[in-house]
């Protein structure tokens, strides 16, 4: 049994009294987990999960015998198969894994009725108030009540499911998460109240939700590896690296992220909870096929910039930067970005896209994939004093509201755009010839939200 006991950090201040309740629940290696509970023969083998060597596509999952050879989700099948040539490479069932997901949830449900799904693999669980409930007679605290509570949960999901998962308990959804992170495989972590800060302070930046490669070069540049440097941080340090996103890194690397559960939600869908201001929204497609046809790119680039702004409205948010992602046949892959005034309008975001995509592509090469980001977001209300187009998005986003997303296009964008995914974890392929789907995981959304 996992538990942290360590003492508190040199100069750091306990939190405020509160009680390790929230739980992240992470099902170890999923897609690969289900692939064995359907053929045993795969236990203890490598095994990817996302298509057949020499297609295309990406690794949607992989196992823990194969990624000591550098696979990792989201890498080519291509590359992976370069890596790995002796591994199981298996296809993507998609309603098969949905499905295990959904009785995940119901066994979770037997423990708990306040359950957030945060990706099909991935959810965070309420247990407060629920001491008394679950006291044993040999249970010395209210925490080590939980902690078995939780041990029993993770016992069931593999007893009746053939699913090993790990989990995290702390006072805050995003220490949960760090947790259960550290608790795989299949494991349990209690974090005490109070202890937060001694858990991070040795980890790697990348441990925090939400630091992401960029970030991470930029505090590598400045000296900082491990959350404790990165704790020990001025406040306006860390401005110049997370921008709006500094007041959620600068809680969560002392502890005091937050607990509260949000609303719930389906996995594989938009996460755009009403003024969320944390964090990205975006949205990127792959051709079937690599694509070089001007309008055909165009019109992707205009659904894309449709798509990022309806969310924008949605959250009731606008944007300060729009990012244009430009990736091409051999994998090159650019990234361009432009800050302007605040907005959440298609026509606004879509001409600055243009001007980004006209600078970017000096090409002739095919292109693989575009993705649109909206970043350094903000309240809503700002106005622009020079063309107020709210009248008009308020109606299209109520016919939305009724029949769909794709009830109103703006005329640029392809009527052959079938699958306009999510953006936030999940990644659809898309061209003219026939559409396919191949789902690849990005770090599930948590506190705080990890930009895609």
């Given amino acids: 049994m996992f538990r942290y006991t360590g003492p508190l950090a040199s100069g750091s201040s306990p939190l405020p009294a509160a009680t390790p309740r929230i739980c992240c629940l992470d099902l170890d290696t999923f897609f690969v987990s289900v692939e064995r509970t359907l053929d045993a023969s795969l236990e203890g083998k490598p095994v990817i999960v996302g298509g057949r060597p020499g297609q295309r596509g990406v690794v949607t999952a992989c196992s823990y015998e194969v990624r ?266 650019l990234s361009r970005s432009k800050t302007t005034s605040p907005t959440h309008s298609e026509k606004h975001v879509l001409g600055i896209v243009r001007e980004l995509y006209r600078r970017a592509n000096t090409t002739t090469g095919k292109i693989r994939l575009l993705g649109v980001a909206l970043t350094n977001l903000g309240p809503g209300e700002q106005l622009n004093l020079f063309e107020n187009q709210d009248r008009l998005h308020t109606v299209v986003d109520h016919v939305r509201a009724r029949f769909g997303f794709d009830a109103v296009r703006l005329a640029a964008a392809s009527t052959r755009e079938v699958d306009q995914g999510n953006g936030h974890g999940e990644h659809r392929t898309w061209g003219g010839k026939g559409t396919h789907d191949t789902t690849t995981r990005a770090d599930p959304t948590t506190d705080p939200t990890t930009p895609p």
């Fill in 68 to 333: 000591e050879f550098g696979v990792r989700s989201g890498m080519s099948l291509t590359q992976a198969a370069q890596l790995a040539p002796r591994a199981i490479f298996l296809p993507v069932r998609h309603g098969t894994y949905g499905d295990y997901a959904k009785r995940v949830v119901h066994i979770a449900e037997r423990f708990s009725p306040v359950i957030r799904v945060a990706s099909i693999d991935e959810m965070f669980i309420d247990f407060r108030g629920s001491e008394r409930l679950y006291h044993a007679p040999d249970d010395a605290t209210d925490d080590e009540t939980i902690e078995r509570v939780v041990w029993q949960l993770t016992d069931a999901i593999a007893g009746e499911l053939g699913l090993p998962s790990s989990a995290g308990i702390a006072t805050s959804k995003v220490i949960a998460k760090v947790a259960s992170g550290l608790a795989k495989p299949r494991g349990v972590l209690m974090v005490p109240a109070g202890q937060e800060t001694e858990l991070l302070a040795p980890l790697p930046v990348r441990k925090f939700p939400g630091i992401g490669p960029v970030a991470a070069k930029k505090l590598e540049a400045a000296g900082i590896l491990t959350l404790g440097q990165l704790a020990d941080m001025p406040y306006n340090k860390l401005t110049h690296v997370f921008g709006a996103w500094t007041g959620n890194v600068y809680r969560g690397v002392h502890g005091h992220g937050s607990a509260d559960m949000g609303p719930a939600r389906r996995a594989f869908r938009e996460h755009d909870p009403s003024g969320e201001t944390v964090g990205s929204i975006s949205n990127e497609r792959t051709f079937r096929e690599d694509e070089g046809d001007p309008t055909v790119l165009d019109s992707m680039l205009c659904a894309l910039c449709e798509r990022v702004s309806w969310r924008a409205r949605k959250r009731g948010v606008k944007a300060r930067t729009v990012t244009l992602k430009l990736r091409y046949a051999d994998f090159v892959t």
